[in-house]
């Protein structure tokens, strides 16, 4: 049997099982897990993440290991839902959940591959409380667990190790380099508290303060009316930071799965770039205008698309925005995609942009250095803007925040300087200077590099043989001109931000998970009929 490890058992490393135990030939497949409870990820478990944090994605868009979860949801008691404040009666695919409950489903449909697995005549283990502290390259790979002093030795690793984040720092306990390093566990006192981002992230930062010092009040629908300020929280003020001040909008109603673009398709972005990187974002900005041209030709002429660039489209996207108070705009906003997810109404331009984020990013290693920097100062952030949008539940509660005077929103600016002292945060604006007895950065995940890479011996290998940005294939195998090429699969998502800055979320852990499955079964198959051939012989 070929031995295959998956390093991570969150959304990444389940797909990846789900396709692995397609393989018409038996495979031992261990799968490590660093926390004590396996098929949960990082986003979904109950230990950091509040039972208040809500998913972005719904049941219509999450490819099913096993079962979807509605059908996972279903077969649920009514009380286990309704602890997570779920009524079974309402449950429908497109409805956004606790982030905790999908850990729930995680942990379940791995179990369920499993058997399907072992029944298939493969052996899979799972090792929890299992770090992986490093791999060596070879024949065979060698993983150095936390657990035992002799390394273990695989024919293929996948690296489905997901989120990485700062360790809070104990001299700064008013600092919290992400939500994710002690904030959910730690009283916070009733003072101001800043949170650096305001999207997915900074809502979660915002929640998880908030919920210390009130509750919200829902209707009998479960949606939010109001917050109920503890009257000894009074002095509770959270700011909410970012450069522009603006939030993000309400997840908008759109056709799932979605439809394929008429202009901007795989082949006419393939051609884009083989015409070579000189002028590849002009060429792809106009397959752009195109499409969104054809789709609503309304909006473009409202927006003037025919006269804009790359670089101009940024400010005429968020213009209107712009002009209004944030929290207005969140109502306003709001009123809208209610009403266009009541009707199935579609707002073309928004769903144009939706598609194209996913046809674009194919070009992002192909740009020149000049091309790649305007492409992040501008069209990626009009696209994360549009792909990140929120719960709508998230809107109404931070309308509430703000209708009881706990939250505001602070524009700082693209020039700000940032001191993180040990007792209080000092934010330096062109307009003044801010101070937090609380500071959260919650700018969400960053991109690494492979000289971050916690495994060292493979770390050095590939930084000496390729540099920080060593080549992956399709299969996402390292291509190293080393004894690791092509059985090494770097599937963890902070690493390949550099390349694909749009990876993130459980659709795409779906499309890695096939890929890298797809490419060890190719190898495996390939192997195994050499050896027989070998035999004839
Ligand atoms: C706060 C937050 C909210 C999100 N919400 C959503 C959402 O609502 N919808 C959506 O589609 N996407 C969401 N995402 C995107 C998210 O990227 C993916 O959904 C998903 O969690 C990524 O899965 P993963 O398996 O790659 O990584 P993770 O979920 O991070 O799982 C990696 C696993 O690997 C384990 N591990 C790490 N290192 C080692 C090691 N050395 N040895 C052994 N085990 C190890 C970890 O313990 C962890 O269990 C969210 C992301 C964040 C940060």
């Known amino acids: 049997m070929q031995r ?10 389940i797909y990846t099982l789900a396709g692995l135990i397609k393989c018409r030939r038996p495979l031992a497949i261990t799968l490590y897990e660093s926390r004590a409870q396996a098929g949960v990820g990082m986003p979904f478990d109950d230990k950091v993440n509040h039972p208040i944090m809500l998913a972005n994605i719904a049941s219509i868009e999450i490819p099913a290991p096993d079962s979807t979860y509605l059908q996972w949801l279903k077969a649920q008691g009514a009380e286990f839902l309704e602890r997570h404040g779920v009524c079974k009666d309402d449950l429908h695919d497109r409805q956004f959940l606790p982030r905790v409950l999908l850990g729930h489903y995680f942990a379940a449909q791995l179990h369920a591959i499993v058997s399907q697995g072992i029944a298939a005549g493969h052996d899979i283990q799972i090792k929890v409380n299992t770090t992986v502290n490093d791999i060596t390259a070879g024949q065979p790979l060698r993983l150095w667990l936390s657990t035992s002093s002799e390394p273990k030795a695989y024919d293929y690793v996948a690296i489905a190790t997901g989120h990485e984040w700062p360790k809070a720092r104990e001299k700064k306990p008013c ?33 998880a303060v908030a919920i210390q010092h009130g509750r919200f009040v829902e209707s009998n629908e479960g949606k939010t009316l109001a917050f109920e300020l503890k009257e000894s929280s009074r002095n509770l003020r959270i700011s909410m930071l970012s450069r522009s001040g603006l939030l993000p909008e309400a997840d908008f109603y759109c056709p799932i799965p979605h439809e394929p673009l008429a202009v901007a398709t795989p082949e006419a972005i393939q051609e884009a770039i083989d015409q070579g990187p000189e002028g590849l974002l002009n060429r792809v900005f106009s397959l752009m205008v195109r499409e969104l041209t054809f789709n609503d030709p309304a909006w473009s002429s409202h927006i003037n698309l025919h006269t804009l660039t790359p670089d101009s489209f940024t400010d005429a996207y968020y213009e209107s925005r712009k002009k209004h108070n944030p929290f207005y705009w969140a109502s306003h ?24 984020h996913e046809a674009i990013e194919p070009i992002v290693p192909h740009l020149n250095h000049s091309d790649l920097t305007r492409f992040n100062q501008s069209l990626k952030r009009v696209f994360i803007d549009n792909y990140a949008a929120v719960p709508s539940e998230s809107i109404r509660r931070l309308l509430a925040l703000r209708q009881a005077g706990v939250i505001e929103l602070k524009a700082l600016g693209h020039n700000y300087e940032l001191t993180i002292k040990e007792t209080k945060t000092y934010i330096s604006t062109e307009s003044g200077t801010l101070n937090f007895d609380i500071f959260i950065d919650a700018r969400g995940q960053r991109s690494r590099r492979i000289d971050d890479l916690p495994f060292p011996s493979l770390k050095h290998l590939l930084v000496a043989c390729e540099g920080l940005q060593p080549p992956i294939d399709t299969d996402y195998t390292l291509q190293a001109k080393s004894d690791g090429a092509h059985r090494i699969a770097l599937a963890a998502l902070p690493y390949l931000m550099p390349i694909k800055p749009f990876v993130q979320g ?3 852990c779906a ?14 198959e390939c192997y195994e009929q050499a050896l027989s051939a070998e035999h004839e012989v």
């Open 4 to 13: 295959i490890a998956i390093i991570g058992t969150g959304p990444t490393g």
């Open 175 to 207: 600092y919290f380099p992400s939500p994710w390093s002690g904030l959910i566990h730690t009283p916070i006192p009733a003072t101001d508290v800043g949170i650096m981002g305001t999207s997915l992230s900074g809502i979660d930062a915002a929640m």
């Open 333 to 356: 906003n709001l009123e809208e995609v209610e009403r266009n997810k009541k009707n199935r109404h579609t707002i073309a331009w928004r769903y144009t942009l939706l598609r194209l």
């Open 506 to 508: 459980i659709t795409v």
């Open 511 to 524: 499309e890695i998970g096939d890929a890298v499955s797809k490419g060890f079964i190719r190898s495996v």
